[in-house]
């Protein structure tokens, strides 16, 4: 057998495997989605057929078939203008969801946003889908970016916010030129019972960033079915550390492979250039941490990134958002390029 399509079935396989576990263990909750909220619609296109997806994976053809003359990125950003994300300190869904719903009125062919699900709190786990005008994100580079799994993380939120608003009218060349070769799935408030109280845990009082695998609860569930079916190229999972954690310098941990490596060095380098100390590492251990259960268990490239959380230290929130928004477009910038 030829070592591409070798590679191209074992992949399937992974993928099947990966649907059928989540599946089995996901049944259950969605039903609970459904009872908790009538507003819970997911709306994600199924998965593209898996021919599609290796005829796309598969370089020769891909060439053959790229035009011939490379049109430059549009640098002229079209669209209706779109405020800056609620800059409150607690970053609240309640002051951060009508921004986000805003955005797909706004600019309907580039940004959909899927309600997830229903938490046991009465909040909704609220994702924006964007790509380039009207291009369906199964013909590009697809990263799924997860902030604020714990609600005393808020800087999480507000990277991932402006992260948004930059992806949609930065126009910066370079950004533009990775914005129309990327789609991006973003959850700014994975944990929203968490972050509505600024608090760690969930409703339930568990740490969701412990509960990839035991699926303990109603988010994680909601989460590993949705990025498992988007079947991202990238995860980045947006965290903070805390005054009281040990260690606490800022940080890319790369799991999942070569891409995983390449992109936190990349997201440190970044950083460093706008003068924020980031270091780049890789760790295999405990996989019920989302990145490495994606890295680990399935091989689906993702990093943790951790900046500092410091409230009532002068100038410590602009360098966290700062650092995890320069990290975000590293990582965007490795993803689109392969
Ligand atoms: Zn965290």
């Given at each position: 057998m030829h070592f591409s399509s070798f590679r191209r079935t074992a992949r399937s396989r992974a993928f099947l495997w990966c649907g059928a576990g989540l599946l089995s263990v996901l049944s259950a909750s969605e039903v609970r989605a459904q009872q908790l909220s009538?507003?819970?619609?997911?709306?994600?296109?199924?998965?593209?057929p898996l021919e599609e997806q290796q005829e796309e994976d598969d370089a020769p053809f891909a060439r053959v078939r790229r035009p011939a003359r490379i049109t430059r990125p549009a640098l002229i950003v079209r669209g209706v203008p779109i405020s800056a994300p609620p800059d409150g300190f607690y970053q609240t869904p309640e002051e951060i969801e009508p921004w986000l719903l805003d955005l797909s009125r706004l600019r309907p062919t580039q940004v959909k946003t899927r309600i997830l699900g229903a938490t046991l709190g009465g909040n909704r786990i609220v994702a924006l889908e964007i790509t380039p005008?009207?291009?369906?994100?199964?013909k590009l580079r697809r990263l799924a970016v997860l902030c604020?799994?714990?609600?005393?993380?808020?800087e999480s939120s507000a990277s991932g916010a402006r992260f948004i608003r930059e992806f949609l009218t930065s126009s910066e060349p370079k950004k533009r030129a990775v914005a129309q070769k990327t789609a991006l799935l973003i959850v700014p408030i994975a944990n929203p019972d968490g972050a509505a109280l600024y608090r760690r845990r969930t409703e339930e009082n568990i740490d969701m960033n412990r509960d990839w695998g035991p699926f303990r609860t109603q988010e994680t569930r909601v989460l590993a079915n949705w990025i498992g079916a988007w079947r991202p190229h990238l995860i980045v999972d947006v965290h903070q550390w805390l005054p009281k954690d040990r260690q606490n310098e800022p940080m890319a941990e790369a799991s999942g492979g070569a891409l995983a490596r390449r992109t936190a060095a990349r997201m440190a380098q970044n950083s460093a250039r706008r003068g924020y100390a980031l270091s780049a590492r890789s760790r295999w251990g405990l996989d019920t941490l989302s990145h490495r259960f994606w890295g680990q268990k399935f091989k689906i490239p993702a990093i943790l990134l951790e900046t500092r959380h410091r409230p009532g230290v002068a100038g410590a929130r602009e360098a966290a958002i700062g650092t995890s928004l320069a990290a975000l477009w590293g990582a965007a910038e490795t993803v689109s390029r392969k």
């Open positions: 009538p507003l819970a619609a997911p709306a994600l296109e199924p998965p593209a005008s009207g291009v369906s994100p199964w604020r799994q714990h609600g005393n993380e808020p």
